[in-house]
């Protein structure tokens, strides 16, 4: 019998290059046998953290139960193995259990076919458990996760659902969205904290300086998301209602500084509007300050600060010459601000070229979505104490 207490293993999967954030993340959470591969941070945990993981992990895109791992070579085998988990200890007769699969240097190459066999066994597990041929799927979702690696089978259950990138903020997006879970990481990837200046000269519809402005106020990402998990008979609702008191009790209220409040830039002005809807659906609308501006127009006038942003780049966002004439501006504001550092996101290999002030101190390779992009880190001078 699964209990709240019950030891479960819990598998944050994320963007490739942001391990090292969402491993820290994932301890800062309290828990403390974690181990990191490409594009994913295993941690042991119990049932009772499956609620705290989901509405607390900013730059993981979604939250899966192990339920088994092993090798496999033959489709029987990975049938045999399937069969023995105790499938029927989460998923009730009346569940909807959707298989998904993925499979990468395995002798089962084909990852519909082991979909296929992986489902077979499960309806056989429950056949037998539940001593009934046929399964109406019309309750709660569980969806299993079947993915070959290396001839190595990881069965999961998705706790998450919609991805947690949808924080439910975000109506409108613009053009080229940058997901919510990458922009949080692009946050703490930088220096920034909230007694920082951050601005974002490109920031269409205002996601990195939202996500920011969350953590600012220690709101939960996760908040105001539906979880496939919270309809599950084995992670109660008391839980969930208990984890999502204690997100709306952490929240910070207190009163920003002036000088604090973050500046968001565009040139277009619809776009602007937009942004700060997004701003206040999120909770942090009084945190930013959108202004639609040409970034030829941008004016610094303090002396240190913090600058992330996902400027355009590509065709589609507009011909090379106005690209140019951008990147030509931004170094030009930016060229002489020894006191800020500047975080660039971009798939643009030329902006390296337009910027000057000095080589990056540090590039790092990132994928929005199935696009290879770099985040090119210029590291300002750190202000004195008093201007922290």
């Known amino acids: 019998m699964l209990s709240p207490e019950t030891p479960v293993t819990l598998i944050a999967t994320l963007t490739f290059g942001l391990e090292a954030v969402v491993k820290y993340e994932v301890k800062q959470l309290g828990f403390e046998k974690v181990k990191?591969?490409?594009?994913?941070?295993?941690?042991?945990?119990?049932?009772?953290?499956?609620?705290?993981?989901?509405?607390?992990?900013?730059?993981a895109d979604r939250v899966l139960l192990k339920m088994g791992q092993f090798e496999a070579v033959?489709?029987?085998?990975?049938?045999?193995?399937?069969?023995?988990?105790?499938?029927?200890?989460?998923?009730?007769?009346?569940?909807?259990?959707?298989?998904?699969?993925k499979a990468q240097k395995s002798q089962l190459g084909?990852?519909?076919?082991?979909?296929?066999?992986?489902?077979?066994?499960?309806?056989?597990?429950?056949?037998?458990?539940?001593?009934?041929?046929?399964?109406?799927?019309?309750?709660?979702?569980?969806?299993?996760?079947?993915?070959?690696?290396?001839?190595?089978?990881?069965l999961t259950l998705d706790t998450t659902g919609s991805g947690l990138h949808k924080r439910g903020y975000r109506l409108h997006a613009g053009e080229a969205p940058l997901k919510e879970t990458m922009a949080s990481g692009l946050v703490q990837l930088s220096f920034w904290?909230?007694?920082?200046?951050?601005?974002?000269?490109?920031?269409?519809?205002?996601?990195?300086?939202?996500?920011?402005?969350?953590?600012?106020?220690?709101?939960?990402?996760?908040?105001?998301?539906?979880?496939?998990?919270?309809?599950?008979?084995?992670?109660?609702?008391?839980?969930?209602?208990?984890?999502?008191q204690a997100a709306e009790n952490a929240i910070d209220t207190t009163e920003r500084p002036p000088e604090f409040i973050?500046?968001?830039?565009?040139?277009?002005?619809e776009i602007i509007e937009l942004a700060q809807i997004n701003a206040d659906r999120a909770g942090v609308g009084q945190d930013i300050n959108f202004t639609a501006k040409n970034v030829q127009d941008l004016w610094i006038?303090?002396?240190?600060?913090?600058?992330?942003?996902?400027?355009?780049?590509?065709?589609r966002m507009g011909g090379y010459e106005e690209i140019n004439k951008m990147y030509v501006s931004f170094h030009h504001t930016f060229k002489k601000k020894w006191g800020w550092s500047v975080y660039v996101l971009t798939a643009d290999k030329m902006f390296e070229r337009y910027f000057k002030r000095a080589r990056p101190d540090r590039v790092r390779k990132l994928f929005n979505g199935n696009?290879?992009?770099?985040?090119?880190?210029?590291?300002?001078?750190?202000?004195?104490?008093?201007?922290?």
Request: charged residues 25%.
């Open 36 to 59: 990191v591969s490409d594009g994913k941070v295993e941690f042991e945990a119990t049932i009772a953290d499956i609620p705290k993981a989901n509405l607390w992990l900013r730059s």
């Open 74 to 101: 033959t489709f029987d085998e990975l049938f045999e193995q399937t069969k023995a988990i105790a499938w029927e200890d989460w998923i009730p007769a009346d569940a909807e259990f959707p298989v998904l699969g």
């Open 110 to 154: 084909s990852f519909r076919a082991c979909q296929s066999i992986v489902k077979k066994a499960v309806v056989d597990r429950l056949t037998n458990a539940y001593d009934q041929d046929w399964f109406p799927e019309r309750g709660a979702k569980y969806t299993i996760q079947v993915a070959m690696y290396k001839d190595v089978a990881t």
């Open 193 to 244: 904290h909230p007694e920082r200046r951050l601005i974002d000269p490109f920031c269409g519809s205002g996601t990195i300086l939202i996500e920011a402005a969350m953590a600012g106020r220690n709101i939960a990402p996760g908040l105001n998301k539906k979880y496939d998990s919270e309809q599950w008979d084995s992670v109660p609702m008391n839980v969930w209602r208990e984890a999502r």
């Open 262 to 269: 973050m500046q968001g830039s565009d040139i277009d002005p």
């Open 301 to 315: 006038d303090r002396q240190y600060g913090i600058v992330i942003t996902n400027p355009p780049y590509g065709q």
């Open 371 to 388: 696009l290879e992009v770099n985040y090119y880190q210029y590291y300002g001078d750190r202000p004195p104490k008093k201007d922290e």
